[in-house]
């Protein structure tokens, strides 16, 4: 499994951006592919998850309204949509994907330890 982020960059506050996720090496039929980010000093945090079997979502608090994650038909590109930027979304963004996970509306937060494959990464920089 191969997982390829692309679409970061410098964005001014309240601008927006739309990252990629492209997907290779499985159906990704019944996986859950998520955002994690991880800020400068800062540990990763999971940002939001899909579920390939029934399109759940998930967002963690502070990007709620914000942020919009979906998905292609053929299961292999992954997006999220991110609106009303702020300083503080400023990261390097992961997309993770895993086959046993569940991405649940119930969740508190996405534990990284359950993911198994992760792409390199993509930069985002907000401007105050």
């Known amino acids: 499994v191969q997982l390829v982020e692309s679409g970061g960059g410098l964005v001014q506050t309240g601008g927006s951006l739309r990252l990629s996720c492209a997907a290779s090496?499985?159906?990704?039929?019944?996986?859950?592919i998520a955002w994690f980010r991880q800020a400068p000093g800062k540990e990763r945090e999971g940002v939001s998850c899909?579920?390939?079997?029934?399109?759940?979502?998930w967002y963690t608090d502070s990007v709620k309204g914000r942020f919009t994650m979906s998905s292609d038909n053929a299961k292999h590109g992954f997006y999220m949509q991110m609106k009303s930027l702020k300083p503080e979304d400023t990261a390097v963004y992961y997309c993770?994907?895993?086959?046993?996970?569940?991405?649940?509306?119930?969740?508190?937060?996405?534990?990284?330890?359950?993911?198994?494959?992760w792409g390199q990464g993509t930069q985002v920089t907000v401007s105050s």
């Open positions: 993770a994907a895993d086959s046993m996970t569940r991405c649940l509306t119930s969740l508190e937060r996405l534990p990284q330890s359950a993911y198994d494959y």
């Open positions: 090496g499985s159906t990704f039929d019944d996986w859950t």
């Open positions: 899909i579920s390939t079997t029934d399109g759940t979502t």
